[in-house]
């Protein structure tokens, strides 16, 4: 009796365990068809660190990027001045003194030309490179210093060149070279080795020497182009008086009459300079050809006549 009933409630046991599991079955599926379970559920966050905080530390942990370079700008700028012809050497030699009195570390004179193309014609020509703030200033007065020689800017320009990656690459090859040059250096100071080993590390340390002496004079002029800004100056006679006058396509017709004249005039003498050697030597064998033809002629009709006259009997 006592056997039966251990029996029955073993048997009772397993039956509570099996409804059980198939309950946790069924939950578990009916679950899983409604729809994938959350992640904020699966994986929560721990406690004080936020949302961004796998980023901010991906960020920390990668290595720092470089600051955005400003950008390195050459500029050159360009100004026709129309004056009378006798105030163009004024004009020019008050603007070169204005730069050497600025002094060389803020105006610096490149160089200057003057042609003259008749009484009334003169053209010049000054360039100069200056500090940026200065140069500035010097813009801004070209207009007044032009009235004040009873002419005007008729033309202006202004053009840059961007040196910025040209900068980066030379001042990286320099520190590359300049690395370079340090290990030769102390693989000849250190190291101990034959005379050709050492005479070919001396000679590749000249070549890295060079490579760095002119990759430090292109630095140099390339900074100096982005320090101090170019401007050219061109001066010119021609046209002042009366420029937007009704009468000035006659003025010009005018003017170029003469230069329109000789030209024609020069062309003919070209042309008489070009032919006379042929005429020297063309025209006395043309003569001499027509000469001998028109005597042979003659003879034929003297020969002619002479027997066609009757004889005496």
């Known amino acids: 009796m006592r056997q039966s009933l251990l029996i029955?409630?073993?048997?009772?046991?397993?039956?509570?365990?099996?409804d059980a599991q198939q309950a946790s079955v069924e939950a578990i599926e009916s679950s899983s068809a409604e729809g994938p379970i959350p992640m904020d559920m699966a994986a929560a966050p721990e406690p004080g660190r936020s949302a961004g905080g796998a980023a901010d530390a991906a960020s920390a942990s990668s290595p720092d990027v470089p600051e955005a370079q400003a950008p390195q700008l050459a500029y050159a700028y360009g100004y026709t001045i129309q004056a009378p012809r006798r105030e163009i050497a004024g004009l020019m030699a008050r603007h070169e003194r204005a730069c050497v009195q600025a002094g060389p570390q803020r105006c610096q004179v490149i160089g200057s030309s003057t042609q003259s193309y008749g009484q009334d014609q003169q053209t010049a020509t000054l360039e100069i490179r200056a500090e940026p703030g200065w140069l500035t200033g010097f813009r801004n007065g070209l207009a007044a210093d032009a009235e004040a020689a009873d002419g005007r800017v008729s033309d202006s320009s202004t053009t840059s060149e961007d040196l910025t990656r040209a900068l980066i690459d030379t001042e990286a090859h320099l520190r590359?070279?300049?690395?370079?040059?340090?290990r030769l250096q102390t693989m000849l100071a250190t190291r101990?080795?034959?005379?050709?080993?050492?005479?070919?590390?001396e000679r590749e340390l000249a070549r890295v020497q060079g490579e760095i002496d002119a990759a430090t004079s292109t630095l140099q002029v390339?900074?100096?182009?982005?320090?101090m800004s170019r401007a050219t100056l061109t001066y010119q006679s021609e046209g002042v008086m009366a420029p937007d006058s009704a009468t000035a396509p006659l003025q010009s017709a005018l003017n170029n009459a003469l230069g329109l004249f000789m030209t024609g005039l020069a062309a003919i003498v070209s042309v008489l300079a070009f032919s006379l050697p042929f005429l020297l030597v063309v025209g006395p064998v043309t003569w001499l050809i027509l000469w001998g033809l028109r005597r042979r002629r003659a003879r034929r009709i003297a020969a002619r006549s002479h027997s066609e006259t009757p004889t005496d009997a």
Request: glycine share 6%; aromatic share 0%.
């Open 192 to 201: 101990d080795g034959d005379l050709q080993t050492v005479l070919e590390v």
């Open 8 to 18: 029955a409630a073993s048997a009772a046991v397993l039956l509570v365990g099996c």
């Open 176 to 182: 590359a070279k300049t690395a370079l040059r340090d």
């Open 222 to 227: 390339m900074r100096a182009r982005v320090a």
